[in-house]
């Protein structure tokens, strides 16, 4: 009997950058036949309203082609959507990338979901140990040093390479540390 794929949903502000790239890599580790439909959504919000950015960042898009050709096909022509509790509704687990957006978000969405939401990692922070959920950004983000031991470039496309390596390398960290099989 086929087993039903997982519907996993990542979260972060703006769906234009480090979702599409959790995304690219939760794709090329679990490959064609994969367990999980993985999606993705932004946290950003305006007047208690979700919004996303117009689309995806172009050196995003450029690091997956790179890094990831096949993946890079799937999501080539996507553009960000904002959270909803339906699309929360619909998941088997939401994994958010940033503090903020899952504070927002538990703001927002129903109390009946809360239990699907969690952090896609945890790490000590390189400067002071401090445990942090931020997955670094590499186009504006501020935490690179936490997680690298160094600042970003000047260029996000490098810096997404990096993300993305990071990501590929340490199996999305959310979907290893996580018996999903108990979804």
């Known amino acids: 009997m086929a087993q ?7 979260v972060c502000t703006g769906d234009n950058c480090r979702t599409i790239l959790a995304r690219a890599a939760a794709l090329k ?8 439909i993985f ?14 950015e117009p689309k995806v960042h ?4 450029n690091a997956i082609k790179k890094k990831c050709p096949e993946e890079y096909r799937l999501i080539k022509d996507y553009v960000p959507r904002p959270l909803s509790k339906e699309m929360v509704s619909k998941m088997d687990r939401v994994y958010f990338l940033c503090s903020a957006c899952m504070d927002t978000a538990k703001e927002l969405i129903p109390r009946e979901y809360h239990d699907r ?5 945890t790490y000590k922070s390189r400067i002071n140990s401090r445990e942090l959920h931020e997955v670094p950004n590499p186009i504006n983000g501020n935490n690179w040093r936490d997680y690298y031991d160094r600042d ?6 490098t810096d997404s390479v990096t993300l993305l390596e990071s990501m590929i390398s ?6 290893k540390t996580n018996d999903l099989s108990k979804l």
């Open 4 to 10: 039903t794929q997982k519907r996993i949903l990542f």
């Open 29 to 36: 580790n679990e490959g064609p036949e994969s367990r999980f």
């Open 39 to 52: 999606e993705t959504a932004s946290c950003s919000t305006e007047s208690k309203k979700f919004v996303a």
């Open 58 to 61: 172009q050196s995003v898009l």
């Open 117 to 121: 939401m969690q952090f896609y990692c």
């Open 152 to 157: 970003r470039t000047t260029e996000v496309e």
């Open 170 to 175: 340490q199996l999305h960290p959310a979907l």
